[in-house]
């Protein structure tokens, strides 16, 4: 049953609907045009200030002396299109975010940079997750690259390793097994002298004041590797790579 009450509220609810879409309408007969308000834009945001501000002061003051390095990783590139494409191997390795570079890196050799083109043989050592628990486990963590370095190297091969302070022991014995092994040896470190930089065949070493930058500019050079690689890889599949990989 509807209460007196209740069917005075519909009423008023009614007459007001009834009310409204007759002045819509009325407008709309006039010719009058229905005003819209927009929202004023958002303020834009303010400078950066402080440490954020300062990390990319830090990066621009290293990026000029790096840039300076970029041969090397031009000369990597080239050298690694002979040995890949002769049917040679990369091995790289690193610790934290060196580890994440090093597999990105194997990534995109396998996958690809930017064109399409085949894959080549490259492999993360730390991705390998059972193999360097076990190592670690049964002859310590000092061991965890290397030991995997004399089962998967082979003369003429590349073994790349990355490290922020160049002081890392398991890539220290790494290198060593490298070489050992007859790879080619090459160290991505920060500030030079470092033990890793001195115990590789070749290093580009990256002069910045924090471990952040130093692994930033490690991303660069890693692209720029990838480019330079690219860049080689039609004339050394079309030049006969073999030769040139034993050369390499």
């Known amino acids: 049953m509807t209460t007196p009450r209740t069917t005075a509220k519909n009423g008023s609810r009614a007459a ?24 004023a834009p958002a303020p834009a945001p303010a400078p950066a200030t402080g440490p954020v501000a300062g990390h990319c002061d830090e990066l621009l003051h290293a990026l000029a002396p790096f840039r300076d390095q970029a041969g090397t990783a031009q000369s990597w590139g080239e050298r690694l299109a ?4 002769g049917g040679g191997r990369l091995l790289a390795a690193g610790n934290g975010g060196s580890a994440a570079q090093a597999q ?7 996958g690809r940079y930017r064109d399409d083109r085949p894959p080549f043989s490259a492999i993360a050592l ?7 628990t076990a190592i670690a ?14 089962a998967h190297g082979r003369g003429g091969d590349v073994l790349m390793l990355l490290s922020t302070s160049g002081a890392s022991a398991n890539l220290l014995s790494a290198a060593e097994a490298g070489r050992g ?14 033990p890793l930089a001195a115990g590789s065949d070749e290093s580009l070493c990256v002069r910045a004041g924090s471990t952040a930058t130093v692994q930033e500019l ?4 890693v692209h720029m590797v990838c480019a330079a690689f690219d860049a080689a890889l039609e004339g050394v599949l079309e030049g006969g790579s073999a030769d040139d990989a034993a050369d390499a």
Request: hydrophobic letters at 45%; proline letters at 3%; a positive charge.
């Open 137 to 150: 486990n049964d002859y310590g963590v000092d061991e965890v690259f290397a030991r995997q370095v004399r």
């Open 104 to 110: 990105h890196l194997t990534a995109e050799l396998v």
């Open 82 to 85: 002979r040995v890949l494409a």
């Open 218 to 221: 490690h991303l660069v050079t």
């Open 126 to 132: 730390h991705a390998d997750t059972s193999s360097t």
């Open 181 to 194: 092994a007859g790879m080619s040896v090459w160290a991505l470190t920060g500030p030079a002298p470092n």
């Open 16 to 39: 007001a609907k009834a009310a409204t879409g007759t002045a819509a309408k009325s407008a709309a007969g006039n010719g009058a045009k229905v005003r819209r308000v927009r929202a």
